[in-house]
């Protein structure tokens, strides 16, 4: 079985910077990801990568801002957030799956029990 447990979550003022780190156990899956949840709304695609050649995908609302990394050693993927804004609040999800459709939360069959990222203005 796969667990993923994040960490790295908390309170930072706008324009600041936040790393998440997602350790996971159990059989490496094909793509890691980050979803987030904000208050009120469905869970949202953030990032993606590919575990064994390192190809990442990014939705439009964080590219630039946020770099999704992996490290094959330790077994974690991390989740670099820079110039961090208010609309970034929300709760960070880690996931594991080998679906292509990445961009659905339904498509992924792993998911951590996610850590909160408030950000104030």
């Known amino acids: 079985q796969v667990q993923l447990v994040e960490s790295g979550g908390g309170l930072v003022q706008a324009g600041g910077s936040l790393r998440l780190s997602c350790t996971a156990s159990?059989?490496?899956?094909?793509?890691m990801g980050w979803f987030r949840q904000a208050p009120g709304k469905e869970r949202e695609f953030v990032a993606a990568i590919d575990w064994s050649g390192g190809g990442t995908v990014y939705a439009d609302s964080v590219k630039g801002r946020f770099t999704i990394s992996r490290d094959g050693a330790k077994n974690m993927v991390y989740l670099q957030m820079n110039s961090l804004k208010p609309e970034d609040t929300a709760v960070y999800f880690c996931n594991a799956g080998s679906r292509t459709s990445i961009w659905l939360a339904s498509s992924w069959a792993y998911w951590g029990q996610g850590t909160q990222v408030t950000v104030s203005s």
């Open positions: 159990g059989r490496t899956s094909a793509l």
